[in-house]
């Protein structure tokens, strides 16, 4: 059974940093694209940013784009989310997520995912 854990949330104030880490114990890590999403208390669930299989692509909410960074480690099975310039608006659970295959725009859609951590709070304070 695949397993996402998610680490790195915390409480930071307005203008901080936070880096979320995705460990994943997907055999054939390199083969699925890498979301990350989050869900603040009363919201949909919203797609924040997601990485292709190599790392060398990337999509980001406009919300987020120019604060923050999807990377991975392919050796480490690891995705990360580098979070900047953080908001008040950001505060959620944030989630990573898997799904088969390659980056493509349907990589915003939560519904293509097949496998989903169990989350991390992340709280920003004005």
């Known amino acids: 059974q695949a397993q996402l854990v998610e680490s790195g949330g915390g409480a930071v104030q307005t203008g901080g940093s936070l880096r979320l880490s995705c460990a994943a114990s997907l055999r054939t890590f390199s083969s699925y694209t890498m979301g990350w999403f989050r869900r603040a208390p009363g919201k949909e669930r919203e797609f924040v940013g997601a990485?292709?299989?190599?790392?060398?692509?990337?999509i980001y909410a406009e919300s987020v784009k120019g604060r923050f960074t999807v990377s991975r480690d392919n050796a480490e099975k690891t995705v990360y989310l580098q979070m900047n310039s953080l908001k008040p608006e950001d505060t959620a659970v944030y989630y990573c997520?898997?799904?088969?295959?390659?980056?493509?725009?349907?990589?915003?859609?939560?519904?293509?995912?097949?496998?989903w951590g169990q989350g991390t709070q992340v709280t920003v304070s004005s």
């Open positions: 990485c292709g299989l190599s790392g060398d692509s990337t």
């Open positions: 997520a898997a799904t088969l295959g390659r980056l493509t725009r349907a990589s915003g859609s939560w519904k293509i995912y097949n496998y």
